[in-house]
């Protein structure tokens, strides 16, 4: 059984920093591309970064240069380390896995606010 899990979300600062876990098993983690996506509640899905199995990664231009995608093979982990928040981050991030299949984790919430 596949299973994407996300953690590390919660309440924050505008211009204070969070990081994102995704835990994935069943999958053989380290040949999939992986990436976060976020959703604001009646809007489309939008991919904020992705990592690909090889290392090369790609950023939403609305957080290039606050956010910072990596991957721990030897764990089976993904990471999202998010500086200088704004309250536009404010979301629910998704973790996902393509390869053969794409996968989903259930998703973990950012706010920003004061």
């Known amino acids: 059984q596949v299973q994407l899990v996300e953690s590390g979300g919660g309440l924050v600062q505008p211009g204070g920093s969070l990081r994102l876990s995704c835990v994935a098993s069943g999958i053989t983690f380290s040949i999939y591309h992986m990436a976060w996506y976020r959703q604001i509640p009646g809007k489309q899905r939008e991919l904020v970064a992705l990592?690909?199995?090889?290392?090369?990664?790609t950023y939403a231009d609305s957080v290039k240069g606050r956010f910072t995608i990596s991957r721990d093979n030897a764990k089976n982990t993904m990471y999202l380390q998010m500086n200088s928040l704004k309250p536009e981050d404010t979301a629910v991030y998704y973790c996902?896995?393509?390869?053969?299949?794409?996968?989903w984790g259930q998703g973990t919430q950012v706010t920003v606010s004061s």
């Open positions: 990592i690909t199995s090889g290392g090369a990664t």
């Open positions: 996902n896995a393509d390869r053969t299949r794409n996968y």
